[in-house]
């Protein structure tokens, strides 16, 4: 009898079991075919285009192998882009990265005004990047009505620098970290908070200076986040479109091109969808690159 | 107390938003008044001039048959989206297009429907500008009509020229010398400007063609005959560097102005001259209004050629955008008639007076009378009478976004790098024969009309 009321009871304990199960993938179901359909499938149609001559439209492209790898790498259009695209990282992973971290570890101490502070910063961030884009545009490099023009008429003898080959960049990416490091200080500024108190304190009753105490106490406890911002800021710089897009479209004269102007180039304007998708094939390769490293130094521990 | 869910009462209705998820919506079919809809979609135009197309063409046409009911959506990205649209099958029934050289791989792949059969039903081939109705086929089949014929020229203010003792430029001396002295009285040679669309660059890039190369040259090298290295060619693009680099395109501004605030410093006595397309009288309209009381200021005046033996005037022909039948349509009839009805006289006169510069609707041997006209629809019909009456004798220039094939075009776009001295010019032309063979070799190439 015991034995019948044992198995009845791990027979039930199965069904219920099985039950969760089913609907752990019932709930999950929803994100994986949505992954599945807008992730893997355009991935892995990326990578197949990328060695054909599709145009955009033909049901039938022929396969040409690694030739539109080999015509992007013989375009010094194509080089022009990537030293851009790394220029464009380095910039990101140094300026707001500094700007946000310094701004979180200064509204560390402003306990009561860091709520209304975090919302200012982040107001650039939730606007739409054609709201921002117009406003620069139109408010503050115009040269006519502009805080360029109005400068202009007080005598400066200064453009825009979206007008200038050697600024350009500098201007197009200056709006997009514009945008961004709000967000970063935020970010930053919830892992710092993380940091137990009581080291904090302990630290200070040390004496420690406030270089030290965030090399020493907060570093090493945000430092899974820095990993991963620096992972995620080199990946958007080499997908970096919007902004390039609304404010240059790649201009003057190729001086703001980036990989993914470059690549729109090839797919809506002379209709060679390949050799875009091989663009798309390489920007997404320095973002897999980063990942690698993110993943491999979270393996070993980011306090080893 | 402890709440489960059961796996069932989770897997079912999960399983039926999926499938809800992926399997989209049904055809739209006939609706409530059982009139089939017909779908199109246009670039995101100023306010009134929405209006202005929803009114004459949408109320209009469905006002005057009752088996089609049209719906038009702007849309400001309209290119990329019809792109994307047409390379999946989808899309509205009529395709809007940038031009006669967007259409050529689309029918190529037969997501345009031949338009053949219609253009004899409705005599478009007898009432359309000849090289405009050719510049819509592809392998000798309709394919497209062009909405609006699209020149370069100066748009200049009178009230400047009066008050500094200038005269409307008649020769390219006379137009050098008043943008000389222009820029010493601390004006604008001229404005214009790629902000927001480099594009604009091929304005230009044709406009030297046809002025220091000549059609002739152009023809040749579309055609195959002649080469894009032509020295006459390379003096246009060296002449059209001279330009930028002197000031001539909008100074320093070129960068950062778009045709708007061209337009509205003209307007503000900024600069006697603002050369480019006649597609920018849609833009002058809000600057130059009875309103502001400037309306008679503005004046346009076609381009002095430069080339040595070439007549003038001589025009630039271009199109604005063109119009096709999707060959997804379930109402490929309804949208043959739409396209009819705006091939017509009475709406290219309609539109004309409310939305100058846009719908200069090519048809042949027609000309308006611009005394019918008020403001500015005057002078763009007066402009229009002329190029039509160039047009039909044979003498045109060849406009890149409706003649060039697409990366030859892009190539044209890219002018700004010799301007800026990135490139020089005769690499830069090379660039362009090798791009231009490939093309050619591929039948990319539009149809080019020839020279009369």
């Known amino acids: ?304 | 107390m402890t709440f489960r869910i059961s796996a069932r009462w989770v897997a079912l209705p999960l399983a039926a938003l999926a499938v809800t998820a992926v399997s989209g919506c049904s055809s739209p079919g006939d609706d409530a008044s059982g009139r089939a809809p017909l779908e199109m979609w246009f670039w995101g135009a100023p306010a009134a001039h929405q209006e202005a197309l929803q009114q004459n063409l949408v109320e209009a046409f469905n006002a005057s048959q009752d088996e089609y009911e049209l719906s038009v959506t702007f849309d400001p990205d309209v290119d990329a989206n019809i792109q994307t649209a047409l390379a999946a099958g989808e899309g509205p029934d009529i395709v809007y297009g940038s031009g006669p050289a967007f259409v050529a791989p689309y029918a190529q792949e037969g997501k345009l429907v031949d338009m053949d059969e219609y253009a004899e039903e409705y005599g478009w081939k007898d009432r359309i500008l000849a090289p405009m109705y050719e510049s819509g086929t592809v392998d000798g089949s309709l394919y497209a009509l062009p909405n609006s014929v699209n020149t370069l020229g100066i748009f200049y203010n009178q009230a400047v020229l009066d008050e500094h003792g200038w005269t409307v430029p008649t020769t390219i001396d006379e137009l050098v010398e008043i943008m000389d002295e222009a820029q010493e009285a601390g004006l604008y040679s001229s404005v214009t400007g790629n902000s927001g669309w480099q594009p604009v660059n091929e304005n230009y890039a044709s406009l030297f063609m046809t002025a220091v190369a000549g059609p002739d040259k152009i023809e040749a090298a579309l055609t195959g005959t002649g080469s894009w290295t032509d020295p006459a060619i390379l003096d246009a693009v060296e002449t059209s560097r001279d330009w930028y680099q002197k000031g001539y395109l909008g100074g320093d501004d070129y960068t950062s102005l778009n045709f708007t605030q061209s337009m509205q410093l003209l307007a503000d006595g900024q600069s006697p001259f603002f050369i480019g397309p006649t597609l920018a009288f849609q833009f002058a309209t809000d600057y130059f209004n009875d309103e502001a009381g400037n309306t008679d200021d503005l004046g346009f005046t076609s381009f002095p050629t430069i080339g040595e033996g070439l007549a003038s005037p001589l025009y630039t022909l271009g199109t604005t955008a063109s119009f096709s039948i999707n060959a997804a349509s379930e109402s490929p009839d309804g949208a043959a008639e739409v396209i009819d009805f705006m091939m017509s006289q009475d709406f290219m006169e309609t539109m004309t007076a409310e939305w100058p510069g846009y719908w200069g609707v090519p048809l042949s041997g027609v000309q308006l009378d611009p005394t019918e006209f008020d403001g500015l629809s005057a002078d763009y019909v007066a402009t229009l009478n002329e190029m039509f009456a160039s047009v039909d004798a044979g003498s045109f220039g060849y406009f890149t976004a409706t003649f060039f094939p697409p990366q030859t075009q892009q190539d044209w776009i890219n002018i700004d790098s010799v301007w800026n001295d990135v490139e020089d010019p005769e690499a830069f032309l090379q660039q362009m024969q090798s791009d231009f063979d490939e093309e050619l070799a591929a039948g990319a190439v539009p149809p080019i009309p020839a020279q009369g």
Not at chain 1, 29 to 39: D, E, G, H, Q, R
Not at chain 1, 110 to 128: D, E, G
Not at chain 1, 156 to 177: K, Q, R
Request: neutral net charge; proline residues 3%; glycine residues 6%.
């Open chain 1, 1 to 304: 009898m015991t034995t019948i009321t044992a198995r009845a009871s791990r027979g039930a304990l199965g069904r219920r079991l099985r039950g969760e199960r089913l609907a752990h993938y019932a709930l999950l179901a929803p994100a994986l075919l949505l992954s599945f359909a807008i992730v893997l499938v355009p991935a892995v149609a990326t990578a197949i285009t990328a060695f054909t001559d599709w145009n955009g439209i033909s049901s039938s492209p022929a396969f040409v192998g690694i030739e539109n790898f080999q015509e992007i790498l013989a375009d010094g259009l194509f080089w022009k882009a990537l030293q851009h695209n790394v220029i464009w990282t380095v910039l990101f992973l140094t300026v707001p990265v500094v700007l946000g971290m310094g701004t979180a570890v200064l509204l560390l101490t402003r306990r009561r005004s860091r709520s209304v502070y975090q919302v200012i910063f982040l107001l650039p961030y939730v606007l739409a990047a054609v709201t921002n884009a117009l406003v620069w545009l139109n408010i503050i490099y115009n040269p006519i009505a502009g805080v360029v023009g109005y400068l202009k008429d007080q005598g400066l003898a200064i453009e825009s620098p979206l007008a200038n080959l050697d600024t350009a960049l500098y201007g197009v990416a200056a709006v997009d970290m514009w945008h961004y490091w709000g967000f970063l200080t935020v970010v930053y500024l919830a892992a710092l908070r993380q940091t137990p108190a009581e080291q904090v304190e302990a630290a200070t009753l040390d004496g420690v200076n406030a270089w030290q105490l965030f090399r020493y106490v907060y570093l090493p406890h945000i430092r899974s986040t820095v990993a991963l911002m620096f992972v995620m800021i080199v990946i958007f710089s080499f997908l970096a479109f919007d902004y390039v897009y609304l404010l240059t479209q790649g201009g003057p004269a190729h001086s703001t091109e980036m990989l993914s102007t470059y690549a729109y180039t090839f797919a809506f304007a002379t209709f060679q969808f390949g050799k875009a998708a091989a663009v798309g094939l390489v920007m997404g390769l320095f973002g897999l690159i980063a990942s690698f490293v993110y993943t491999f130094v979270s393996r070993k521990g980011f306090d080893a």
